[in-house]
T-cell receptor, first 112, second 113 residues
Framework: NAGVTQTPKFRVLKTGQSMTLLCAQD?????MYWYRQDPGMGLRLIHY???????AKGEVPDGYNVSRLKKQNFLLGLESAAPSQTSVYFC???????????FGSGTRLTVV | AQSVAQPEDQVNVAEGNPLTVKCTYS??????LFWYVQYPNRGLQFLLK??????LVKGSYGFEAEFNKSQTSFHLKKPSALVSDSALYFC???????????FGQGTTLQVKP
């Protein structure tokens, strides 16, 4: 089925380790987003992209980097993981502003 | 700057009663407004959106929302709640062509039989 696929679904990291979360969409959407969800705080925008080769900062970008080398993929990197980055991460995409976003099923990351 | 407020952490209603989940927003320009629902250990599901036009928007599962520009509100409503409506509800706002969708902190809806 067409949609947004996130890998991995679960991961446990030690403090200081690095990792990359992959988001892939097959709907030819221009816009892609990374959010983190924490209890009582809703979803907060980390970074987003308005097209291939572009990235922009969201509300909480510190400690994360992103890349959009291919239109269908949006990678979220943690260079040196911290316990404060324990969260559920959601990727989303849409074709243009105001259009319905399609969300991935989430990645649950625990940093110990 | 864009912001969304959901003033209630939790709303409790009895099955069959009407429900309201409140949302107010702050944004420059014309807002795009959304409601999403999240069931435990699941992703977000779209309920409804307001872009322009009729202030009363009808969405999935019998939900509706009323856009009130003067009060900068977009409250979610349903005439008769079901136990299966129990979930976490998020209001979100997007300003113009920014592409940035900002979420409220969420409201847990508990419908009791």
């Amino acid at each position: 089925n067409a949609g947004v696929t996130q890998t991995p679904k679960f991961r446990v990291l030690k403090t200081g380790q690095s990792m990359t979360l992959l988001c892939a969409q097959d709907m030819n959407h221009e816009y892609m987003y990374w959010y983190r969800q924490d209890p009582g705080m809703g979803l907060r925008l980390i970074h987003y992209s308005v097209g291939e080769g572009t990235t922009a900062k969201g509300e909480v970008p510190d400690g994360y980097n992103v890349s959009r080398l291919k239109k269908q993929n949006f990678l979220l990197g943690l260079e040196s993981a911290a316990p404060s980055q324990t969260s559920v991460y959601f990727c989303a995409s849409n074709p243009n502003p105001g259009a319905l976003r399609t969300f991935g099923s989430g990645t649950r990351l625990t940093v110990v | 700057a864009q912001s969304v407020a959901q003033p209630e952490d939790q709303v409790n209603v009895a099955e069959g009663n009407p429900l309201t989940v409140k949302c107010t927003y702050s944004v420059s320009g014309n807002p795009y407004l959304f409601w999403y629902v999240q069931y435990p250990n699941r992703g977000l599901q779209f309920l409804l959106k307001y872009i322009t036009g009729d202030n009363l928007v009808k969405g999935s599962y019998g939900f509706e929302a009323e856009f009130n520009k003067s009060q900068t509100s977009f409250h979610l409503k349903k005439p008769s709640a079901l136990v299966s409506d129990s979930a976490l509800y998020f209001c979100a706002v997007e300003s113009g062509n920014t592409g940035k969708l900002i979420f409220g902190q969420g409201t847990t809806l508990q419908v009791k039989p």
